[in-house]
């Protein structure tokens, strides 16, 4: 566990988080005997928060939201017979040793500089303006109970790191965890300002978020757990079903977030320089509404002037593109046969067959303008686009459209790598994708207070805005939205889990038709193992890395279920592979 707290705020050159800019000041002798000392220092030490979730992205395959996506049953592993990651998170298994090392340094990095904000910023004597120590110690506690909520999540019982000396800590039971989550949620909730959007720095976290997130939490922890209510840390308070309504009817009604005119504008497939050359974009007059747009309540911001590690002047800013989006795009794309996702990926995350079929015979969804705009069907959308079929495996010749990274064309007809080009980003198939990863929005928001109150209010918004009939709520109703609704938007894992139907991954993807190296397949998991046997010893939660298990010298166990016999990776249980 050395590892998790032998970490410093000096020394780290930091990432604004949606500026676009990198902050060059020398800060080698800081230490936490004189820094924070300036607002201006406080301000960077919440952004270097905020830098650790860029850092998360440098390896997409151990990165949470791609880890939840691979994990549900709308995306199969795909990619080529190299891609073990992504087909091993599909199947619950491990692939390497210490998966998902990543994930717990990165978000123990970014729990540490959490915890150091919060011990050291009243250093700072003196703020510009009245709010503004209020602002930034929000952030901090907002962002300290995301990166738990992830890591609880993951792992399931982690240890509970609050302070910055160092220490080897045990895994605390989850309930103290969730406490935790809790009682930062709260402080963010009272610090945070209710400046209404977009009266506040885009891309920053704020009230309105910490409500929603604090949702989520209550939904996963009662769902999960058997629970009622939310426990809070230090105190005998609990947060029950009526507060977390209320918290929600706040952030519906006074954050001036909407709903976008057109759920397909908030992907930049639509934006002004790629949809006038995108048939399906242009033939529905979508118009992207931009990032951090109206809807978005939280969101992960990448920069326009990234590099890889190693290039001279950018040795920390390899995770400030969205390689997420790259691990997604289709393998050997590049040209106007992709158009308009053409720079080239992996093929990893294919669309489910199963969720194609189902929303389209579901008469609920007669009509329902959000299939065809989140999912692509290359068959019909790019037909001459002949992919990679000597490597790519689990392909349905679907993909989701919501986060691919996507060409443009200037006036003369220049076909460029990324419409980020034209915002000032990079004409490149890699550095070029710049997409926000967006981890909060109002339709969730509106979903959630519907099923907590079993009303139809927020499901009927939803479904309005979508061009359709409004329903009677029931459970089933709203389940079905969420899916349709957020798919391929890293929630449907934990919906499953919390709803306790984890059975719907192996009865939606058992048989789906697929081609493995161009041979016609269907999807199977491996004969070896049962998934629901490895789902009940593991209950969804992954192993802890090797290493820390190593480092901790016997004081951090393995989580049940990960022992190597059972959860190793092997192959592809394909006879063509």
Same mark, same amino acid.
Request: one cysteine or more.
């Given at each position: 566990?050395?590892?998790?707290? %032998?970490?410093?705020?000096?020394?780290?050159?930091?990432?604004?988080?949606?500026?676009?800019?990198?902050?060059?000041?020398?800060?080698?002798?800081?230490?936490?005997?004189?820094?924070?000392?300036?607002?201006?220092?406080?301000?960077?030490?919440?952004?270097?928060? #905020?830098?650790?979730?860029?850092?998360?992205?440098?390896?997409?395959? /151990?990165?949470?939201? #791609?880890?939840?996506?691979?994990?549900?049953?709308?995306?199969?592993?795909?990619?080529?017979?190299?891609?073990?990651?992504?087909?091993?998170?599909?199947?619950?298994?491990?692939?390497?040793?210490?998966?998902?090392?990543?994930?717990?340094?990165?978000? *123990?990095?970014?729990?540490?500089?959490?915890?150091?904000? !919060?011990?050291?910023?009243?250093?700072?004597?003196?703020?510009?303006?009245? $709010?503004?120590?209020?602002?930034?110690?929000?952030?901090?506690?907002?962002?300290?109970?995301?990166?738990?909520?992830?890591?609880?999540?993951?792992?399931?019982?982690?240890?509970?790191?609050?302070?910055?000396?160092?220490?080897?800590?045990?895994?605390?039971?989850?309930?103290?965890?969730?406490?935790?989550?809790?009682? @930062?949620?709260?402080?963010?909730?009272?610090?945070?300002?209710?400046?209404?959007?977009?009266?506040?720095?885009?891309?920053?976290?704020?009230?309105?978020?910490?409500?929603?997130?604090?949702?989520?939490?209550?939904?996963?922890?009662?769902?999960?757990?058997?629970?009622?209510?939310?426990?809070?840390?230090?105190?005998?308070?609990?947060?029950?079903?009526?507060?977390?309504?209320?918290?929600?009817?706040?952030?519906?009604?006074?954050?001036?977030?909407?709903?976008?005119? /057109?759920?397909?504008?908030?992907?930049?497939?639509?934006?002004? %320089?790629?949809?006038?050359?995108?048939?399906?974009?242009?033939?529905?007059?979508?118009?992207?509404?931009?990032?951090?747009?109206?809807?978005?309540?939280?969101?992960?911001?990448?920069?326009?002037?990234?590099?890889?590690?190693?290039?001279?002047?950018?040795? *920390?800013?390899?995770? *400030?593109?969205?390689?997420?989006?790259?691990?997604?795009?289709?393998?050997?794309?590049?040209?106007?046969?992709?158009?308009?996702?053409?720079?080239?990926? #992996?093929?990893?995350?294919?669309?489910?067959?199963?969720?194609?079929?189902?929303?389209?015979?579901?008469?609920?969804?007669?009509?329902? *303008?959000?299939?065809? $705009?989140?999912?692509? @069907?290359?068959?019909?959308?790019?037909?001459?686009?002949?992919?990679?079929?000597?490597?790519?495996?689990?392909?349905?010749?679907?993909?989701?459209?919501?986060?691919?990274?996507?060409?443009?064309?200037?006036?003369? &007809?220049?076909?460029?790598?990324?419409?980020?080009?034209?915002?000032? &980003?990079?004409?490149?198939? +890699?550095?070029?994708?710049? +997409?926000?990863? !967006?981890? !909060?929005?109002?339709?969730?928001?509106?979903?959630?207070?519907?099923?907590?109150?079993?009303?139809?209010?927020?499901?009927?918004?939803?479904?309005?805005?979508?061009?359709?009939?409004?329903? /009677? #709520?029931?459970?089933?109703?709203?389940?079905?939205?969420?899916?349709?609704?957020?798919?391929?938007?890293?929630?449907?894992?934990?919906?499953?889990?919390?709803?306790?139907?984890? +059975? +719907?991954?192996?009865?939606?993807?058992?048989?789906?038709?697929?081609?493995?190296?161009?041979?016609?397949?269907?999807?199977k998991f491996d004969p070896a193992f049962d998934f629901m046997t490895r789902y009940k010893a593991t209950k969804g939660f992954w192993k802890i890395p090797d290493s820390q298990?190593?480092?901790?010298? $016997?004081?951090?166990?393995?989580?049940?279920?990960?022992?190597?016999?059972?959860?190793?990776?092997?192959?592809?249980?394909?006879?063509?592979?």
């Amino acid at each position: 566990m050395k590892k998790i707290i %032998y970490m410093v705020v000096a020394g780290l050159i930091l990432l604004t988080a949606c500026e676009n800019f990198l902050d060059t000041e020398n800060l080698v002798k800081k230490d936490t005997s004189n820094f924070p000392y300036s607002e201006s220092d406080a301000i960077q030490m919440i952004t270097g928060i #905020y830098s650790t979730m860029n850092n998360a992205v440098q390896n997409p395959e /151990d990165n949470p939201f #791609y880890v939840y996506e691979m994990a549900g049953d709308d995306r199969l592993g795909g990619g080529s017979t190299s891609n073990r990651g992504a087909q091993s998170t599909d199947r619950l298994l491990n692939n390497k040793v210490s998966m998902f090392e990543n994930i717990w340094t990165v978000r *123990y990095s970014g729990i540490f500089r959490a915890n150091n904000a !919060i011990a050291t910023i009243d250093n700072v004597e003196s703020w510009s303006t009245n $709010g503004k120590r209020e602002q930034l110690l929000g952030e901090a506690h907002f962002l300290r109970a995301f990166f738990y909520f992830d890591m609880v999540q993951l792992f399931g019982s982690v240890p509970l790191v609050l302070e910055t000396t160092p220490q080897n800590l045990p895994k605390s039971p989850a309930d103290e965890i969730y406490a935790q989550v809790t009682y @930062d949620l709260l402080k963010a909730i009272e610090y945070f300002p209710s400046a209404k959007y977009p009266d506040f720095e885009l891309g920053h976290a704020t009230k309105w978020a910490a409500e929603a997130l604090l949702s989520r939490v209550y939904l996963f922890y009662t769902g999960f757990y058997e629970k009622t209510s939310l426990p809070v840390a230090g105190s005998d308070k609990t947060i029950g079903k009526a507060e977390v309504i209320s918290y929600l009817e706040d952030c519906i009604n006074n954050s001036g977030h909407d709903l976008v005119s /057109d759920q397909r504008n908030l992907w930049p497939y639509t934006n002004p %320089y790629t949809a006038p050359y995108y048939s399906y974009a242009k033939d529905k007059g979508l118009a992207w509404e931009g990032e951090n747009n109206k809807e978005c309540l939280f969101s992960l911001c990448f920069s326009n002037t990234t590099e890889f590690s190693g290039t001279t002047g950018y040795t *920390y800013s390899s995770g *400030y593109a969205n390689r997420i989006v790259e691990f997604f795009n289709p393998r050997k794309a590049g040209s106007t046969t992709a158009f308009p996702f053409i720079p080239t990926g #992996y093929s990893n995350g294919p669309a489910s067959y199963k969720l194609w079929t189902d929303w389209a015979a579901d008469p609920d969804y007669a009509g329902d *303008y959000r299939r065809e $705009g989140s999912i692509c @069907d290359k068959a019909t959308e790019m037909p001459d686009y002949a992919g990679d079929p000597s490597k790519e495996v689990e392909n349905t010749g679907l993909v989701c459209k919501k986060y691919l990274g996507c060409g443009a064309y200037d006036e003369s &007809g220049t076909l460029y790598q990324s419409y980020a080009y034209f915002y000032g &980003g990079q004409n490149d198939k +890699q550095k070029g994708l710049t +997409q926000n990863i !967006i981890f !909060i929005r109002l339709a969730d928001v509106l979903l959630m207070h519907s099923e907590l109150t079993e009303t139809n209010t927020g499901l009927n918004r939803v479904r309005v805005r979508a061009g359709l009939k409004p329903v /009677d #709520y029931s459970l089933d109703a709203l389940k079905k939205e969420r899916r349709y609704e957020l798919c391929f938007e890293a929630l449907r894992w934990n919906d499953l889990r919390r709803w306790g139907e984890v +059975q +719907q991954i192996v009865d939606n993807q058992t048989g789906e038709p697929i081609t493995n190296r161009g041979n016609v397949d269907t999807y199977k998991f491996d004969p070896a193992f049962d998934f629901m046997t490895r789902y009940k010893a593991t209950k969804g939660f992954w192993k802890i890395p090797d290493s820390q298990i190593t480092l901790s010298n $016997g004081i951090l166990l393995q989580n049940e279920g990960w022992d190597e016999e059972s959860s190793d990776w092997t192959k592809l249980p394909y006879s063509t592979l």
